[in-house]
């Protein structure tokens, strides 16, 4: 806000010594003139008279000359004071703008930089978390759960005979069903923390931090009877008239020396087991399952 001009003062005329000279000369004027009355004094006398009279009156002018040359310089003073003030009235109402806009500027890079980042960290098709923001939050929550000692479950779900679906009603109706899915995992993990993911293809995880093996057992069996309800018809799978998902669990208290991966690999070979005993069911990973190696075929070949 531009701080308020203030008028500048104006100079007193210094009138005081203005009448005391006019005063005096007054005063010298009418003695002299009865000195003259009574001594009878001549044109010198008159001369002299003159002098007394116009000297406090020269002196009174000059002192007004003088007064008003001041008055004009302080006069100056102020305008250009004046001016100055306007001016930086001005700079001031400019840099203020300067500052609004810099700051909308701001609020819009930093608006872009949020949506860039979930963007970054959403999947296109679903629009739920996808698999590289998976990735990054499964490491974090690996190391905080590490530090506490607090549990951390992973459900992985393979929608049943999804390329047969896609074969059957065309990628467009395969892309709906992946969103119907995502959907429905998503309304299902009701939890704070919980984080479901699209992990690739017809593939979905689900994050539980602190979750215990029958917190996630529950999430399980709740999307087991979500996906029924939802009867997506399916008429190419040999399961069900309808899309199926298997489900794989793992839960664990990591700790420093393992891997995130673990985890994920745990949760993969039980969802395959899961697929191999008939699919549409899910599978607890074992401790088996732990300690397969990524690389070993989850199946036999044609079980699947």
């Avoid at 989850?298 to 699947?304: F, H, P, V, W, Y």
Wanted: proline share 5%; hydrophobic share 45%; net charge neutral.
């Amino acid at each position: 806000m531009a701080p308020p001009a203030h008028p500048p003062p104006s100079p007193v005329p210094a009138r005081a010594p203005l009448l005391a000279l006019l005063l005096l000369g007054l005063a010298a004027a009418a003695l002299v003139g009865w000195l003259s009355a009574s001594l009878g004094a001549g044109a010198t006398l008159g001369v002299l008279v003159a002098l007394l009279s116009a000297a406090p009156f020269g002196a009174a002018l000059a002192l007004l000359v003088r007064h008003d040359r001041r008055l004009r310089q302080s006069l100056g003073a102020s305008a250009r004071s004046q001016h100055r003030i306007t001016e930086l009235e001005q700079e001031l109402v400019l840099l203020q703008r300067e500052c609004d806009q810099l700051t909308r500027a701001q609020l819009r890079a930093s608006q872009a930089n949020e949506k860039l980042e979930r963007e970054s960290a959403t999947d296109g098709l679903t629009g739920i978390t996808n698999r590289r923001r998976f990735d990054e939050m499964l490491g974090i929550e690996w190391l905080r759960a590490a530090r506490s000692g607090a549990s951390l479950s992973l459900l992985m779900f393979d929608i049943d005979h999804f390329k047969r679906f896609n074969d059957h009603y065309g990628h467009v109706a395969g892309d709906e069903c992946l969103r119907r899915v995502a959907q429905l995992l998503h309304s299902s993990a009701r939890r704070a923390g919980d984080l479901v993911a699209r992990y690739g293809g017809e593939e979905f995880v689900v994050l539980l931090p602190g979750a215990r093996l029958a917190d996630a057992l529950e999430l399980a069996q709740r999307c087991q009877q979500g996906i029924d309800a939802m009867a997506l018809p399916h008429a190419s799978s040999p399961t069900a008239d309808h899309v199926t998902f298997s489900i794989g669990i793992a839960c664990v208290v990591p700790s420093a020396t393992q891997q995130p991966a673990a985890l994920v690999n745990a949760a993969d070979t039980a969802m395959y087991r899961a697929k191999t005993a008939g699919r549409a069911q899910y599978a607890v990973a074992t401790r088996a399952d732990w300690e397969i190696d990524k690389d070993e075929p989850r199946s036999q070949a044609g079980a699947l």
